[in-house]
């Protein structure tokens, strides 16, 4: 069966400072993978998603970057932090869009990680 | 560019029947989604329904699409305290890729 893990859970960070937040998908090849960000008290906002091995689209522009070195890893990355940059990153993975009959490629969420910027 | 919009908190009593709407503005929508987030935890998909369809049901939830006002709602019915949780409506033009989410919607149940 197929799990996804994110960390670290939790994470709080000073403002300026780099930021990693990993990904992992098992269980599945060539998945579609995805970041959001759920600030607080707000719905959920795509950051990035990824059809392949190095290919990331952005969806918001923002000092945040995304990278897929591997088929099922999936890195959020910051050089600089920002106060804004608080809140619950959600990673999640489809099945790509070669795979499956079914029309409905559900999305699979992390458990999350909660950054705090101070 | 796409905009899903729900209400903020709902409370209902056990037992009841709980209503959570979702409005969305993308004619383009093709697959409507609604999620289920308990504190702490990611999202898990609820159940979904497809632009040319009415109504779904699946056990105790049923959900209604009107297309033509673009509304979109979910209903659960004998709520349970274990379903007090954010419930997010989605949308996407294409299956299971990009999806544009509305703010959640609380739901307290209270016995």
């Known amino acids: 069966s197929q799990t996804i893990h994110q960390w670290p859970a939790t994470l709080v960070q000073p403002v300026g400072s780099p930021l990693s937040l990993e990904c992992t998908v098992e269980g599945t090849s060539n998945p579609n993978l995805y970041w959001y960000r759920q600030a607080a008290g707000r719905g959920l906002q795509l950051l990035f998603y990824s059809v392949g091995i190095g290919q990331i689209s952005s969806e918001v522009p923002q000092n945040l970057s995304a990278s897929r070195p591997q088929d099922r890893q999936f890195i959020l990355s910051s050089k600089k932090l920002l106060l804004s940059d608080s809140g619950f990153y959600l990673c999640a993975w489809s099945e790509g869009w070669d795979h499956g009959e079914a029309p409905l490629y559900e999305q699979y969420f992390g458990p999350g990680t909660r950054l705090t910027v101070t | ?111």
């Open chain 2, 1 to 111: 560019g796409e905009d899903v919009e729900q209400s903020l908190f709902l409370s209902v009593r056990e037992g009841d029947s709980s209503v959570i709407n979702c409005t969305y503005t993308d004619s383009s929508s093709t697959y409507l989604y609604w999620y289920k987030q308990e504190p702490g935890a990611g999202l898990q998909l609820l159940t979904y329904i497809f632009s040319n369809m009415d109504m779904k049901q699946d056990q105790r939830l049923t959900v209604l699409l009107n297309k033509k006002d673009k509304h979109l709602s979910l209903r659960i019915a004998d709520t349970q305290t274990g379903d007090s949780a954010i419930y997010f409506c989605a949308e996407s033009m294409y299956a299971g890729n990009m999806l544009t989410f509305g703010g959640g919607t609380r739901l307290m149940v209270k016995p």
